[in-house]
């Protein structure tokens, strides 16, 4: 039993520093993929100066902690969010891995909560959902279906057009209705890709929680302000709930509300 507790701690110790570097590069994602840049060309450096980041200032969280938050050439200040989105996604890797063990399904949701942090956090700083993020979340969703585990590629393929179908006739209702968007392409492509990873009745279910959060907490906000509500943050909020509790709430929903 120790022999095996011990192998699990080390699965998740390793998934959680792997996370760290993904949430590294999802801190680059969704600075520069709002603004059309590369990913890729230029490296990593100071917004403020230009400097180009030495490799071991790039160290996830570590990095940011020596440097006691600031940029080793011009002592900017460099955003907390670096090392909060590094750390908050080495947690999700560890918690998935620790949860489902050394699994293509442990993979998968690491995956798909990645993505939906990343969406969460382009929508609320540029009220923008990133087609990579969105259409290359969609093709991962679908091909990670023929893996073992998880949804099966029928279900992922149902789910993504559910998504898409739904979405894109509120957003059609609406404009139609209020002569004005109503609903952001973004959400539209994105809920196909959600649906390639939790299925149609998943795609529902968020839907319905994306709405719910949204209403309840951004409401008053816009009412009051006028602002477009981010709906992709509670789109993705609802997602990851879809994903970790689903299957529970469904079930829950069916017995003491539907009385079946």
Avoid at 193 to 220: D, E, K, N, Y
Wanted: net charge neutral; aromatic share 12%.
């Amino acid at each position: 039993m120790i022999e095996i507790l011990t192998e699990a701690g080390v699965v998740t110790v390793i998934a959680g520093l792997f996370g760290l570097t993904i949430g590294s590069f999802l801190n680059v994602c969704t600075f520069r993929w709002p603004e059309d840049e590369s990913v890729v060309f230029p490296g990593s450096h100071c917004p403020k100066c230009g400097q180009p980041i030495r490799w071991y200032d790039n160290v996830p969280v570590l990095g940011y902690i020596l440097l006691r938050g600031r940029c080793r050439a011009c002592r900017d200040p460099i955003s907390l969010q670096y090392p909060l989105v590094e750390l908050a996604t080495g947690l999700v890797w560890a918690g998935m891995f620790s949860y489902a063990g050394l699994s293509w399904e442990a993979f998968r949701g690491g995956l798909l909560l990645t993505i939906l942090f990343g969406i969460a956090l382009t929508d609320a700083r540029f009220y923008i959902i990133p087609d990579q993020f969105s259409l290359g979340g969609l093709v991962l969703g679908l091909g990670l279906a023929f893996l073992p585990e998880g949804i099966d590629p029928l279900a992922a393929l149902l789910g993504a057009v559910l998504g898409f179908a739904l979405l894109e006739s509120v957003a059609v209702a609406g404009k139609w209705m209020f002569k004005k968007d109503a609903m952001g392409g973004g959400d539209i492509k994105m809920m196909a890709m959600v649906g390639a990873f939790v299925g149609m009745a998943g795609v529902l279910l968020t839907i319905f929680l994306g709405a719910l959060l949204g209403s309840v907490i951004f409401g008053p906000i816009s009412y009051k302000t006028k602002k477009l509500v981010p709906f992709g943050i509670f789109l993705a909020a609802g997602a990851a709930v879809t994903y970790g509790f689903g299957f529970d709430i469904i079930d829950w929903y069916v017995v003491n509300v539907l009385q079946l």
